[in-house]
């Protein structure tokens, strides 16, 4: 959801106020006092109320219905172009010989925590010789708001290259560039007719744990002329 601003309140929205505006309505309503709340209020998107017994609970209005059916249209919108673009780059992998899946966890050990890793895309050479497997991994970004997010999370950062001997982030075009991704991770910049490489991603020799190996032999992998089913 992207920041909007009442030009007679000053009050700018964010993802935060679209959360809590969520988890209101969900609930009885019991006040939280606090700043997002004041804020949610002055906008009109939260109106105090009175029960029979004196008790006072926050609800929803109308316009907090509207704001709330806007975000859901555009978290739909933006699940359905950061899947769309999983399914590109998965098919594009397979296309040049590897080995693709997509919506894995594996399990990975970075440091002395072992972490749940859930790549966008997976991929590996199609090859028989250990040492020549190559896994690579790659995280898609649609929106700048979350590519700024996930960028301070060098600890997921850590998980991946623990699993990879590269990592790359494919952003959607016009969100970023090569300067704003650490170096430590290659860049490719989608385009709506191909997929380029802006940066390739440093490589080093890895080798996949055998639970690993074992959660790729359970998953479906990706297949060239494969395409994404239609969400209903």
């Known amino acids: ?100 899946w997509r919506g894995l966890i594996l399990l990975g050990k970075p440091d002395d925590a072992w972490q749940h890793l859930k790549p966008d895309v997976f991929s590996i050479r199609n090859t028989t010789v250990e040492d020549y497997v190559e896994p690579l991994v790659h995280e898609i970004k649609v929106r700048r708001a979350d590519l700024l997010c996930d960028l301070r999370k060098p600890e997921k950062r850590a998980g991946y290259r623990a699993l990879a001997s590269g990592c790359y982030y494919v952003l959607a075009e016009g969100i970023g560039t090569a300067e704003d991704i650490p170096p430590e991770c290659g860049v490719m910049i989608a385009t709506p007719t191909q997929i380029l490489v802006i940066r390739p991603a440093p490589r080093r020799a890895i080798r996949l744990a055998f639970h690993q190996w074992m959660a790729l032999t359970k998953a479906q992998r990706i297949h060239a002329d494969d395409r994404l089913e239609p969400m209903l």
């Open 1 to 100: 959801m992207t920041d909007a601003r009442d030009p007679s309140s000053g009050i700018r929205l964010t993802r935060a106020h679209d959360r809590r505006l969520r988890a209101m309505y969900r609930s009885a309503g019991w006040p939280c006092l606090d700043g997002i709340e004041i804020e949610l209020l002055g906008h009109g998107l939260l109106e105090r109320v009175t029960d029979g017994r004196g008790s006072e609970y926050l609800r929803v209005t109308d316009a907090g219905i509207a704001r709330l059916a806007q975000s859901l249209n555009q978290n739909r919108q933006a699940f359905n172009a950061h899947e769309t673009l999983v399914d590109r780059v998965a098919r594009e992998m397979a296309g040049q010989g590897r080995i693709a």
